[in-house]
Nanobody, 119 residues
Framework: QVQLVESGGGLVQSGGSLRLTCVPS????????IGWYRQAPGKERELVAR???????SYSDSVKGRFTISEPDAKNTVYLQMNSLKPEDTAVYYC?????????????WGQGTQVTVSS
């Protein structure tokens, strides 16, 4: 079992920036990937950005060029830097990680952090 602790959400004006932080309870190197999803009211949860431990990084088209996900650092932490925020970025953001263990796949979710962008 891996716990994911998120922080950094809040209220910001359009054009502003926020940085989200995710700290897993297990070593980053035990994970297959780690990243961020978001869910806006009335919408499905969608991938925002993720890092796969083979070094590949992917972003949704809606955030490319504005958001940057960091590769895990020595503090076992992953950051999502969000710049040029828009009202449509308003959502609950969830840290997600997956892991392969004994031949089985496991998915883990953080508790979510609210990001609200005012126009």
């Amino acid at each position: 079992q891996v716990q994911l602790v998120e922080s950094g959400g809040g209220l910001v004006q359009s054009g502003g920036s926020l940085r989200l932080t995710c700290v897993p309870s297990a070593s980053i190197h035990s994970l297959k990937s780690i990243g961020w999803y978001r869910q806006a009211p009335g919408k499905e949860r969608e991938l925002v950005a993720r890092v796969v431990m083979d070094g590949s990084i992917s972003y949704s088209d809606s955030v490319k060029g504005r958001f940057t996900i960091s590769e895990p650092d020595a503090k076992n932490t992953v950051y999502l830097q969000m710049n040029s925020l828009k009202p449509e970025d308003t959502a609950v953001y969830y840290c997600h990680a997956d892991q392969l263990y004994a031949g089985l796949g496991y998915d883990y979710w953080g508790q979510g952090t609210q990001v609200t962008v005012s126009s």
